[in-house]
């Protein structure tokens, strides 16, 4: 018989870890709800006709399909069918790939019970069927928070900010927010005479860190661009300050190119809004988010002292929705944090440290059957007075009791035997300090801190 396993590229998550985990996703709910976001979710499955086609090819290759329920080959003569269409006489729905695109067709089927701006953040899983490696997982969850019906520049500047707060409220400062633009890399792309390879060079150029300069250009290189052109390119993967004299430079670089001016104008938009509030922010020139729908200002986070993917990504979509069969145009931008490469972060730098996980506060503890009775009610008193709490289930000794109690990091064990109930009383026992004390049913909850 073989050991029970499970798929590649997922996890299980002890309650030790989960403990963990809650901290850093009720950390980033509770920021996001500072910042008048509302809650949403959406199904784990979507239809194939929603998710295709909204990531580009390399995504589209990443989605999970499932396969129709009943005898779906019945009726098929396989032998006339190549793999593209029979995809889709086997298979209609899939896992979803990100939070972004259910978004858009949830606000494409309610557009009439919407208020606009519409901010929703979103905590849940997502399925990618990449090759695992450290820090990539094919079940991940992301934290998303995105503003749809306004093209207001704030919203970036506030999503800075939410990423500031969030990793200040976790103890994570050895970050760099990274910030492009795609109408900077689609006027790189017109300079170098190669506008039509556009989606393509996003896509090599995204490798950057991956594949390394000499990598980017070799890929260049094999699309059919020529020395120049490569040479054009590479101009733009550094990184730098983000500053008004750094939009200045690209903007005398790149005069002449149709796209350039509304990058020029978004980037220093955004610089007058951060105001001072510019820490760890760089113009990356190599960030290009690969995901088709981007079209202006784009995220992505990255750890500088542990080495690690990105953290946290994002940027704007300006038509989204349209392809959702939505007439007017819905501006929206958003980002997701992601909570598995976090917590491999903040575990490498040892951020949980002094975070020991509770999962109870008092534990009763019963000597024999007849204590059992007798610590039902009190257990229920200190419910309703906040404590999370639990009754030995069965008679034991004390030690195994306490032992237990010390396994789950429990401070007060509540010791009922024969000689408490005859008294009416209960021996409290602060498991951290060791100190012991009798009290009566009546006040006992009191001495409990």
Known sequence: MSKPSIPQGTRDFSPELMAKRKFILNTIENVYQSFGFMQLETPAMENLSTLTGKYGNEGDQLLFKILNSGDYLKDLALETLDSKSLIPKIAEKGLRYDLTVPLARFVAMHRHEISFPFKRYQIQPVWRADRPQKGRYREFWQCDADVLGTDSLLCEADFIKIYQTVFSKLGLHDYEIRINHRKLLEAVCEKADAKQHFRTITIIIDKADK???????????????????????????????????????????????????????????????????????????????????????????????????????????DNLTEVFGLKEKVSGIGISFGIDRLYDVMEELQLFVGQTSSFADVLFCPMDEEAISYCLPLADICREKGFKTEIYPSPSKLKKQLDYANSKNIKWAIIVGESEIEKREVSIKNLVDGNQQTSDIVDFVDLIH
Do not use: H, W
């Not at 094999?222 to 490569?230: E, F, P």
């Not at 730098?240 to 980037?267: P, V, Y």
């Not at 992505?300 to 690690?308: A, L």
């Open 211 to 317: 594949i390394g300069i000499d990598g980017v250009a070799k890929e260049l290189g094999s699309i059919g661009l020529d020395a120049a052109q490569v040479q054009t390119v590479l101009s733009l993967l550094n990184k730098k300050e983000l500053s008004k004299q750094t939009i200045e430079a690209f903007s005398k670089d790149l005069s002449g190119t149709e796209s350039i001016g509304k990058a020029i104008e978004d980037l220093n938009k955004l610089i007058d809004l951060c105001g001072n509030n510019l820490k760890q922010i760089v113009l990356d020139g190599s960030l290009a988010r690969g995901l088709d729908y981007y079209t202006a200002c784009i995220f992505e986070v990255v750890p500088t002292s542990v080495k690690m993917g990105s953290i946290s990504g994002g940027g704007r979509y």
